[in-house]
């Protein structure tokens, strides 16, 4: 099936032979769907914290960053904006000169309200000799978005969002970057002044995220005091997975050469596995919002990281007295109510298990990595959301889940995804360490069952592409999880261009 040239190529992107025929009969079997015991809610899964909860979080969370805690902010940002201006793309290629739909007379309507309006009536007059106001009363609103997405204008079509002008003020545009650059201190700044944010990337947009950092950095650390220590990562090659035709053979280009795609967003585990600081927020590059409307997005931050602090001391207390063995039946007692309560984590078999066959358990339990997400109440936005599923060993615990992980032929699978009462905005913190404060091999704890197989094309060819599991899903499945209920307002995505229409990104 392979030629000597498939297998060099192989090996230049770092994939084993047992991984691309493992990745091959994944083809044939498909992924095996998710057995759910119930959607989380609040008392059921999901924390709703009181307003005295709230400050002994904010507390919590400022005096780790005061003792010297380690903290960073990791923005997946990969791949352009495309999707974002799917309904403009399809305005131009309809051939229409005027807009017809109502996403493209909102778009029109208040052109002027985008961050970018000035930039853009610039460009306009230089190539078409009108601004947009001419170029609109004179029936020329594809000239408008032709050179609002194209490589002649601002090439909005081709550029990645953290470099988008999303929000303005009196004096000053802001891309995404700059906006999770601010919002980096104003919760993550350490005792030493300094903002660590990490942002993966596409290597064709590595320099255009530097020139960002570039013109922004000097700014940014005179008007809040801090240092600022920016990295950036690129999804590896090595976790690339191979395409196939609809019969499960590998998928080859018009050269021969055998098609792999990046996995999606769960291959970024290799990257935050490669992160050295305690704590690690995660947050999408879209979902950031204005300094004037941040004030509720930073709070929470706190209370999340907060709740994290005090879940990882507890834990580090209890691995403590396990290792010591100095432990009573009590203190056995507590630890199975905590794994219980707090983690929602519930195993049949440990009322067979003697006191050490428990401690063992236990001590299983806590030593791993820790995530706490914030969740928002369901009320149609797209994402996946908070349940209760089972394991592999026959335990039941907190997971994000997607609706591909349902099987939406069965009724009772529906029923169950239907009852949701809170979705995933991603807005995750995450503890990464152990008790001894060495890092956790994040691989150890991926659910490799829980990629799902999607349906592309390529040069107008059907194929089927493998999709690994994602970061917030089967990839983080064996951490320690607590869901927190979060306000809807620290949930604002650009989805689509109109989204920064929307008053949180004014």
Not at 66 to 91: D, I, T, W, Y
Not at 426 to 454: A, H
């Amino acid at each position: 099936m392979f030629t000597e040239k498939d297998l060099k190529d192989f090996e230049s992107k770092g994939i084993s032979l047992a991984t691309i025929e493992g990745q091959l009969n994944r083809f044939k079997t498909g992924f095996p769907y998710l057995k759910v015991v119930s959607a989380a809610s609040i008392g059921n899964g999901v924390v709703s914290l009181t307003t005295g909860e709230e400050m002994e979080c904010v507390y919590a969370w400022d005096d780790y960053l005061h003792s010297g805690g380690s903290v960073e902010k990791f923005v997946p940002a990969s791949g352009a904006a495309s999707r974002m201006f799917k309904n403009l793309f399809e305005f131009l290629a309809s051939g229409r000169q005027e807009p017809e739909t109502s996403f493209e007379k909102k778009f029109f309507s208040e052109i002027k309200n985008f961050a970018f309006y000035h930039e853009l009536n610039a460009v306009c007059l230089k190539r078409a000799g009108m601004g947009i106001e001419d170029l609109m009363s004179d029936g020329l609103y594809s000239e408008v978005v032709r050179l609002l997405l194209s490589e002649e204008g601002l090439n909005y079509g081709n550029l990645p969002k953290g470099v988008l002008k999303f929000h303005k003020s009196e004096d000053a545009v802001h891309t995404a970057i700059e906006e999770h650059m601010e919002e980096g201190a104003q919760y993550a700044t350490d005792a030493n002044n300094n903002v660590d944010i990490h942002f993966t990337v596409s290597p064709e947009h590595r320099e255009l995220f530097n020139r960002v950092f570039l013109s922004s950095r000097n700014k940014m650390e005179m008007e809040y005091g801090v240092h600022y220590s920016i990295s950036m990562s690129e999804q590896k090659s090595s976790t690339d997975t191979i395409a196939v035709n609809l019969d499960n053979t590998p998928f080859r280009e018009s050269d021969d050469t055998i098609l792999f795609r990046p996995a999606g967003h769960g291959a970024l585990i290799e990257n935050l596995n490669e992160r050295s600081a305690n704590v690690i927020f995660i947050k999408n590059i879209d979902n950031i919002v204005p300094a004037t409307k941040r004030e509720i997005t930073v709070k929470y931050k706190k209370i999340l990281g907060g709740y994290l602090i005090l879940l990882q001391k507890r834990i580090s207390k209890y691995l403590g007295l396990l290792k010591s063995g100095q432990y009573t039946i009590d203190d056995l007692r507590e630890m199975i109510h905590f794994v219980h309560d707090k983690l929602c984590l519930r195993y049949s078999e440990t009322k067979h298990l003697d006191d050490s066959e428990l401690a063992v358990y236990l001590q299983s339990k806590f030593n791993r990595p820790i995530r706490v997400c914030g969740v928002v109440k369901n009320d149609g936005e797209p994402g996946g959301g908070p349940f209760i599923a089972y394991n592999a060993d026959g335990s039941t615990s907190l997971q994000i889940m997607e609706s591909s992980q349902f099987d939406l032929t069965d009724r009772q699978s529906c029923e169950l995804m239907n009852k949701a009462t809170h979705f995933n905005p991603v807005d995750l913190v995450c503890y990464i360490k152990d008790d001894k404060g060495n890092k956790f091999n994040l691989s150890d704890y991926v659910d490799n069952e829980t990629g799902f197989i999607s349906m592309k094309s390529k040069n107008g060819k059907d194929l089927k592409a493998l999709e690994l599991p994602g970061l917030w899903n089967g990839a983080m499945s064996d951490w320690n999880t607590v869901f927190i209920e979060v306000p809807i307002e620290t949930f604002n995505p650009v989805k689509t261009v109109n989204d920064l229409l929307r008053d949180m990104h004014q």
